[in-house]
């Protein structure tokens, strides 16, 4: 990515279902799904959220009944990242109703090519539509797609947000790396003050605080790299890393917004937008990460609770 290339094809197979698949799954299931997944020969999706379970996502009531060996899944899912493209979607699904909510959930795998499977677009704020609403009616799902066992699926579920908080932010460093060197090359060309920017000293200061942002996010990025080398499952700590990069990656948006001024409010497609409206574009999708795989408020919560192990109030 540092190198300009796009980014990883299938990453919430890769980088969310295959660690669950791994973690979790029995070797018929790892041999069936991790290398397709890996080929990109199929592209996956993630099924956790619920028009009435975001933030708290055990409260999620998209049920799967077991008839015979046969799973049937009735129910609905939001904010589903390409769901219009997928092959696949890993799926939090009520598997008991009568137990607590954390305990009677499943995590099943479900082919989006089964009759009953509707696919409705959402338009964002940005104008793109990468996320989609998933409606369920009666649809039929081997039992043998199910990861663990039918009771296990909060305890799976925490180890996807564990690798999605915090074991991708290498990643997300040499994106924002990226972002950030563009940030440079624009301070040195517009104008503050009578000359270029990168002359002006409140601007050299916002971007060396930026930098040393960066720095804290690629040092922090290699010890859960090492953790994950020396065979450690990601825990609660990766909250801190979650935490980190989403409010650190709002920042470095709104320096790039300001340094091209009123300008930066439009977006693509206007001829009067710097950069064909990039600053604008990354200021409105500097919201997501600090909301998607909990909210920054979850997180400090779980670092509280579960790093710092303070009492609960």
Request: charged share 20%; hydrophobic share 35%; net charge positive.
């Amino acid at each position: 990515m540092l190198a300009g290339a796009p980014p990883t094809t299938n990453g919430l197979g890769i980088g969310l279902c295959g660690p669950a698949i791994i973690h979790h799954g029995s070797e018929a299931q790892k041999k069936r799904f991790l290398r397709p997944m890996l080929r990109a020969e199929e592209m996956w999706c993630q099924g956790y959220s619920e028009p009435g379970a975001g933030s708290d996502l055990a409260n999620l009531r998209t049920t799967a009944e077991l008839r015979g060996d046969q799973y049937v899944v009735n129910g609905q899912k939001i904010w589903t990242s390409q769901a219009h493209r997928a092959d696949w979607i890993f799926c939090l699904v009520r598997t008991d109703p009568k137990a607590d909510k954390h305990e009677g959930i499943g995590f099943l795998l479900i082919d989006m090519k089964t009759p009953g499977i509707e696919v409705a677009p959402l338009v964002q704020m940005t104008g793109n539509r990468g996320f989609s609403q998933c409606f369920f009616k009666d649809v039929v799902v081997p039992a043998q797609n199910l990861i663990g066992k039918p009771t296990q699926g909060w305890q799976i579920a925490n180890t996807v947000l564990g690798y999605e908080r915090g074991a991708s932010t290498l990643s997300r460093y040499a994106g924002y790396r990226r972002e950030f060197d563009q940030v440079v090359e624009t301070a040195r060309t517009v104008r503050r003050g009578g000359g270029p920017a990168a002359k002006d000293r409140l601007t050299r200061q916002r971007i060396a605080q930026a930098y040393v942002e960066l720095e804290v996010l690629r040092l922090n990025s290699l010890r859960s790299l090492t953790a994950l080398a020396n065979g450690h499952k990601p825990g609660p700590e990766s909250s801190l890393q979650k935490l980190y990069y989403s409010e650190m990656g709002q920042r470095l948006a709104r320096l790039g917004n300001d340094l091209v001024g009123p300008y930066g409010q439009l977006l693509s497609g206007s001829p009067r937008a710097p950069h064909d409206g990039r600053a604008a574009q990354r200021e409105l999708q500097s919201r997501a990460p600090t909301i998607f795989a909990g909210t920054s408020e979850i997180q400090r919560n779980i670092i509280a609770e579960r790093v710092l192990g303070l009492p609960r109030r």
